[in-house]
């Protein structure tokens, strides 16, 4: 498979905002000096996850967005002041149908102003829902609709397997679970198929995001982990032929109530072990992975907030200025 010559990540919703993180030469941050400076303005963080992601390789380039945060509005006043122009985008990647992750997909397409192709596993569009013993949330997904979709110009391409968006940069399609400690999840999750019986959700439309970058290695985006990182990281180092890993970033889906310390830490050392570059926890971690990982893996953990852009290899310099 081909590489991309260098990448962008640009962060535009995720949880959380910290102003006193520094910048580096690799990582950008929107800080003190624009977040109190009324030139420019306060970024907005929700519970949901949306990245631009830029790949460039000679004279061409592939501008995607993956995911579309939990609401438009959050999305599409980050863009403006990071002086992002959504028109640029190419494509939409949806990881999973859940509301943190599409719940700005209509509002972010009608941004985009042109038709854009959606890449979603035909599954997001089952009906699920959560069953507490206090309560049950029916439906949790029914913002997320094809006529909705293609109302605001999205153009859906559903699949079950991996798609090339460019040079280096896949999504993963279907994955297994392979890691035994990551078999552990949250109960009561249930879906109602296309044949009408109600089963236990096994989330098979999550799917994550590859980029293979020449020269650095591949950088894994899991904006979930229904699947677990590790799971998702072995996933495409062998969908790409590529060994090294540069980075993984994304949810790691430990911050839920009931994930075992045994997980985690196993999910800590197990990235450690691979000796990435990056290691960003972030959107449903959890405290306790961010902590494991920073022990296990000092040098290569970060912590990624809303307004981040990292580079990785060979990236022309950022024409855009803060908003």
């Known amino acids: 498979m081909t590489r991309c010559a260098g990448a962008r990540i640009t962060v535009l919703d995720e949880n959380f905002i910290d102003i006193l993180l520094p910048s580096t030469p690799a990582i950008r941050r929107y800080n ?8 420019y303005g306060e970024l907005l963080a929700e519970n949901g996850l949306c990245f631009l992601v830029e790949t460039f390789t000679g004279n061409s380039s592939t501008t995607i967005l993956f995911d579309a945060g939990l609401t438009a ?4 006043h980050n863009a403006k002041l990071l002086g992002v122009d959504l028109h640029d985008v190419e494509a939409l990647v949806l990881s999973h149908g859940h509301p943190d992750h599409f719940g700005g997909i209509n509002g972010v397409l009608e941004a985009i102003g042109h038709p854009t192709p959606v890449i979603a596993h035909p599954d997001a569009f089952n009906p699920r829902m959560i069953v507490r013993p206090h309560t049950t949330l029916p439906m949790i997904n029914i913002g997320l609709t094809r006529e909705g979709i293609t109302r605001s110009g999205g153009h859906l391409m559903e699949a079950r397997g991996s798609i090339p968006l460019g040079p280096g940069l896949y999504t993963s399609g279907e994955m297994k679970t ?24 096994d989330i098979n439309d999550h799917q994550v ?33 590529t060994d090294k890993v540069y980075g993984v970033m994304g949810g790691f889906h430990t911050g839920h109530a009931g994930i075992s ?3 985690i830490d196993k999910t800590a050392d197990a990235l450690a072990e691979l000796q990435p570059k ?16 920073a022990e296990a893996a000092p040098d290569a953990f970060q912590l990624v907030t ?8 060979d990236v022309p310099p950022v024409t855009r200025v803060w908003r």
């Not at 003190?32 to 030139?39: E, I, L, P, T």
């Not at 509005?73 to 599409?76: A, E, F, H, K, R």
């Open 32 to 39: 003190m000096d624009q977040h109190f400076n009324a030139r």
């Open 178 to 201: 392979t890691a035994e400690f990551e078999f552990e999840a949250p109960a009561g999750r249930l879906c109602v198929h296309t044949d009408g019986n109600v089963e236990v959700d």
């Open 278 to 293: 990056l290691i960003a926890p972030m959107h449903c971690s959890g405290f306790p992975m961010k902590k494991a990982v």
């Open 209 to 241: 995001l590859g980029i293979d970058v020449e020269g650095q290695g591949l950088i894994v985006i899991d904006p979930c982990g229904h699947r677990g990182v590790v799971s998702s990281v072995q996933h495409m180092r062998e969908l790409t032929g």
């Open 73 to 76: 509005p959050v999305v599409l």
């Open 261 to 263: 310390s045994n997980r």
């Open 306 to 313: 809303a307004g981040t852009v990292l580079t990785i290899g």
